[in-house]
Antibody, heavy 117, light 110 residues
């Protein structure tokens, strides 16, 4: 059974940093592309970042380019999202997602990041 | 990276059919057959319902179907049931490792 478990969220001041982790199990992590998706309170889903299975191809939504970095450790079945220069508008639930066969097939439970002074 | 356009709301009575549209451009919906649809209940993670325009993951009822014409994709829910009441989001690949979601549609079963 596929499981994606996010951790590392919390409350941070504007300008601060957080590193989200997503531990994967139940599938061969090293052969799957992964993504991060977020959802601000009361708002819709927003695609955030993509990383290929080998980690060499990455991309981000324009609003986080230069501030967020997606990475992965295939030896530890873990996906990361390093978030720097956080803004109040980054407050959201962040989801780790398995990208398979051009669909976002499995989602983590989500982790809340609150940016507030 | 503009969001795809979905109607904010849709509704139907039990047993009826409802179709939710998702309009993009030739750079996303119209350019690729990589359109997917997600169902989300309040406070829960989204769930994949349709991928590659019209494929259903195992466990998704065949009452749900997807299609695409030009720059517009559609999700049809037939034989509406109370459990179908949820938010629905479309998603499309937009090239160069970019993806984009629609704004979401709240489906109400009357």
């Amino acid at each position: 059974q596929v499981q994606l478990v996010e951790s590392g969220g919390g409350v941070v001041q504007p300008g601060g940093s957080l590193r989200l982790s997503c531990e994967a199990s139940g599938f061969t992590f090293s052969t799957n592309n992964m993504q991060w998706v977020r959802q601000a309170p009361g708002k819709g889903l927003e695609w955030l970042a993509f990383i290929s299975f080998h980690g060499t191809d990455k991309n981000y939504v324009d609003s986080v380019k230069g501030r967020f970095t997606i990475s992965r450790d295939n030896s530890k079945n873990t996906l990361f999202l390093q978030m720097n220069g956080l803004r109040t508008e980054d407050t959201a639930v962040y989801y780790c997602v398995r990208d398979f066969d051009w669909g976002l097939h499995q989602w983590g439970q989500g982790i809340l990041v609150t940016v507030s002074s | 990276q503009s969001a795809l356009t979905q109607p904010p709301s849709a509704s139907g009575s039990p047993g009826q059919s409802v179709t939710i549209s998702c309009t993009g451009t030739s750079s996303d919906v119209g350019g690729y057959n990589h359109v997917s649809w997600y169902q989300q209940y309040p406070g829960k993670a989204p769930k994949l319902m349709i991928y590659e325009v019209n494929k259903r993951p195992s466990g998704v009822p065949d009452r749900l179907s997807g299609s695409k014409s030009g720059n517009t994709a559609s999700l049809t829910v037939s034989g509406l049931q109370a459990e179908d009441e949820a938010d629905y989001y479309c998603n499309s690949y937009a090239g160069d490792y970019n993806w984009v979601f629609g704004g979401g549609t709240k489906l109400t079963v009357l």
